[in-house]
């Protein structure tokens, strides 16, 4: 039983710990297999964010069944840590692993005794290599903020933070290996550093992170951050993008809602709509130009139409490049899940579709204006097929030579094709 598959469902998060299984596994001797219908072991790492996720675990593990009948399907991650005992009865599935017991995974599929970790030490994954052209690197797990609609802190438990000298060496291992782009991540990068002696935050990280690789890398790798939460933009965060030569000028930021009163009853109440807006003015006057992405949610339990009009007009005022808009899902053990006001699922689709729409213009706006500055820096993904430092995907379509995978390359925007820019190697 020596040939293995890995399927990763949802976040980055969890496709970092898959790759960490598997290079763990290699080393063990193991083999990946071509596809998954040769393997012998297939661990599906899962998602439970949404009703959607755990519907998409359902047929992916009755799809891997089908055509892999023979195969011990695994099953852990999120959706393991709260749905187990349905999980199990799914085909195929030999054994369910909680979140909170995936790092046993990295002693192997079988011989896992004394893998457990304790909840008080950060999970020992950590890779040298990665399956994308862009690496993930984790520097946070868990979430201490228990937001009313969300099921993570029951999946992951509560905040624990990557010691600082683990994340640098991870980093240099991945920049010796050939990666130009690294996203740093974390569940919720705002609690990082409460668990650590000296407790820095994550703009002390970032700043460690600059001084060890700024003045070597400037100009030759980049970082991205995953996701930010609004509470984390003031004058530090300002402070730390004016004087990082490493960090993309594009974010991705955990709005969900652009009405004080849903934040509220979301348990976000912490930061206001228009505070968001008052720091990407400020950030202007660093990024000029900036890609834009968030996470928005409507159709919360209670969300009145007149609530919804102030999420659109917000979205409208904020210069998005992008974002991902969920209609409210009820997730068991939540607060919302209690909360009067649930809405028909054909009123939350409505409205999520009126934002994705407006989302969508924007987008095209963004594009567009890319068109008109003189050059980008694109992370070459898949052959000619890029992402630039606005976080926009690039097509070269002029070049001398062809771009390894995993190189930046300074291109001249030439066009647009669909929602791609068109681009000559410069």
Avoid at 38 to 56: P, W, Y
Avoid at 59 to 78: A, D, L, S
Wanted: aromatic share 8%; proline share 5%.
């Amino acid at each position: 039983m020596n040939k293995f598959w890995l399927t990763t469902l949802g976040c980055k998060i969890n496709q970092y710990e898959s790759e960490s299984i598997r290079q763990s596994w290699i080393k063990k001797g193991m083999q990946p297999a071509e596809k998954e219908e040769d393997a012998d072991i297939v661990v599906v790492n899962s998602c439970a964010v949404t009703a959607a996720a755990l519907r998409d675990l359902r047929q992916t593990v009755r799809h891997i069944n089908r055509y892999n009948p023979e195969g011990k399907i695994i099953v852990t991650g999120c959706a393991a840590q709260v749905f187990a005992a349905e999980l199990a009865e799914l085909p195929g599935v030999v054994e369910v692993i909680p979140q909170e017991r995936k790092a046993e995974l990295l002693c192997g599929p079988l011989e896992r005794e004394g893998a457990c970790c304790s909840e008080n030490v950060f999970a020992p994954f950590s890779i040298d290599d990665y399956q994308r052209a862009r690496a993930v690197v984790k520097v946070q797990d868990g979430c201490s903020h228990r937001c009313t609609y969300c099921i993570v802190p029951i999946t992951r438990g509560k905040s624990i933070s990557r010691p600082i000298e683990d994340i640098l060496k991870e980093i240099k291992r991945l920049l010796d290996a050939g990666f130009r782009e690294m996203i740093i991540s974390g569940i919720n990068l705002s609690h990082y550093g409460r668990d650590i002696d000296d407790r820095p935050d994550f703009w002390d990280l970032m700043e460690e992170i600059e001084q060890n690789f700024g003045a070597e890398w400037k100009g030759r790798a980049r970082l991205r951050i995953s996701s930010l939460e609004p509470g984390q933009l003031h004058e530090r965060a300002l402070e730390i993008f004016k004087k990082s030569s490493l960090i993309c000028p594009q974010l991705h930021l955990s709005l969900q809602s652009g009405d004080a009163e849903v934040l509220k009853r979301m348990g976000r109440g912490h930061y206001k709509p228009e505070d968001v807006l008052d720091f990407l003015e400020s950030l202007k006057t660093i990024w000029p130009v900036f890609g834009l992405g968030a996470d928005i949610l409507t159709g919360f339990p209670g969300e009145t139409e007149q609530e919804f009009q102030n999420t659109l007009e917000f979205c409208h005022k904020l210069p998005l490049s992008y974002a991902h808009v969920f209609p409210y899902s009820l997730r068991p053990g939540t607060a919302a899940a209690k909360m009067p006001g649930h809405l028909p699922d054909k009123i939350k689709k409505a409205r999520a579709a009126q934002l994705r729409e407006v989302v969508k213009n924007k987008k095209s706006k963004f594009i567009k204006e890319l068109t008109s500055l003189n050059s980008l820096h694109v992370l070459v993904q898949d052959g000619e097929v890029g992402v630039c430092e606005y976080y926009t995907t690039c097509k070269i379509v002029e070049c001398t030579q062809n771009p390894e995978s995993r190189s930046l390359v300074k291109v001249k925007p030439l066009g647009i094709e669909g929602d791609k820019i068109l681009a000559a190697c410069v």
